[in-house]
């Protein structure tokens, strides 16, 4: 039976955290090549750092941000938002989160800000304004 890997770890210096070199394999990804570039996607935490990278074709793409108050029908909120976006290749969501009185949400895609799609997304977006109250598009580009 061939061994399976499921993670990969190491212990590396932290003399300085602000600049922090990752080294992982990719040789498990055989179609990476494909993909000239890698979206990181950091969540930051009191306590930890999780990263999760995805292997992207475009070099420009869009985060989407909304805020909103909280709000006890969570049923709802996953129903605008899930016929929201059906239409947009989504990467990563940090799916629904409530911090203190406030509703967050936030999600990637594939999709960059010159994109026709993109004028679309911002229509549908206003149609859950009721929900969300600060509706954000951001660029993420190389660094």
Same mark, same amino acid.
Do not use: W
């Given at each position: /039976?061939?061994?399976?890997?499921?993670?990969?770890?190491? =212990? %590396?210096?932290?003399? #300085?955290?602000?600049?922090?070199? $990752?080294?992982?394999?990719?040789?498990?990804? +055989?179609?990476? +090549?494909?993909?000239?570039?890698? &979206? !990181?996607? %950091?969540? =930051?935490?009191?306590?930890? !750092?999780?990263? *999760?990278?995805?292997? !992207?074709?475009?070099?420009?793409?869009?985060?989407?941000?909304?805020?909103?108050?909280?709000?006890?029908?969570?049923?709802?909120?996953? &129903?605008?938002?899930?016929? *929201?976006?059906?239409?947009?290749? /989504?990467?990563?969501?940090?799916?629904?989160? =409530?911090?203190?009185? +406030? $509703?967050?949400?936030?999600?990637?895609?594939? $999709?960059?800000?010159? #994109?026709?799609?993109?004028?679309? &997304? @911002?229509?549908? $977006?206003? @149609?859950? @304004?009721?929900?969300?109250?600060?509706?954000? =598009?951001?660029?993420?580009?190389? +660094?």
């Amino acid at each position: /039976m061939k061994d399976i890997i499921l993670t990969n770890a190491y =212990i %590396q210096n932290n003399e #300085d955290p602000t600049n922090i070199n $990752l080294n992982f394999s990719s040789s498990g990804k +055989k179609n990476l +090549k494909k993909y000239p570039y890698l &979206l !990181v996607v %950091q969540s =930051i935490q009191e306590n930890f !750092v999780r990263l *999760t990278i995805y292997p !992207v074709k475009i070099k420009n793409l869009i985060k989407v941000i909304l805020c909103g108050l909280k709000i006890s029908d969570e049923a709802n909120i996953y &129903l605008s938002l899930a016929k *929201t976006l059906q239409d947009f290749e /989504m990467i990563h969501t940090s799916g629904l989160l =409530i911090k203190g009185n +406030k $509703l967050y949400y936030e999600c990637y895609l594939n $999709l960059s800000l010159s #994109d026709v799609k993109t004028r679309v &997304l @911002k229509a549908a $977006l206003n @149609k859950i @304004k009721n929900i969300f109250k600060d509706i954000r =598009i951001e660029k993420i580009g190389l +660094k």
